[in-house]
Nanobody, 125 residues
Framework: QVRLVESGGGLVQAGASLRLSCAASGGIFSTYTMGWFRQAPGKEREFVAAINWRGASYYADSVKGRFAISRDNARSTEWLQMNSLKPEDTAVYFC???????????????????WGQGTQVTVAS
């Protein structure tokens, strides 16, 4: 049974930084594409970033240059470093795992089999 647990969310001012963590257990972490999605109130869940099993990373246009995704396979953990946060970044952030050994990545939430519970990020103006 694969379990994902996010942490690191909180309330910050615009321009501040946060680092989200996602700890995984079960399965074979090193074979998964790991992703981050977010969902703001009244909006659809959207892709934020992914790092695939080859180590390549991908970002939504809205966060390029501000966010950085990373992973440590030995610790079965992924992180999302968020810098220059904006009020528009306010959302519940979810980590997710895609076990399908894709050559690149998927930005579709339906392609991720395992999900964490979410962590709230609130950016005040």
């Amino acid at each position: 049974q694969v379990r994902l647990v996010e942490s690191g969310g909180g309330l910050v001012q615009a321009g501040a930084s946060l680092r989200l963590s996602c700890a995984a257990s079960g399965g074979i972490f090193s074979t998964y594409t790991m992703g981050w999605f977010r969902q703001a109130p009244g909006k659809e869940r959207e892709f934020v970033a992914a790092i695939n099993w080859r180590g390549a990373s991908y970002y939504a246009d809205s966060v390029k240059g501000r966010f950085a995704i990373s992973r440590d396979n030995a610790r079965s953990t992924e992180w999302l470093q968020m810098n220059s946060l904006k009020p528009e970044d306010t959302a519940v952030y979810f980590c997710a795992a895609d076990p399908n050994l894709r050559p690149t990545y998927s930005a579709y939430d339906r392609d991720y089999n395992y999900w964490g519970q979410g962590t709230q990020v609130t950016v005040a103006s």
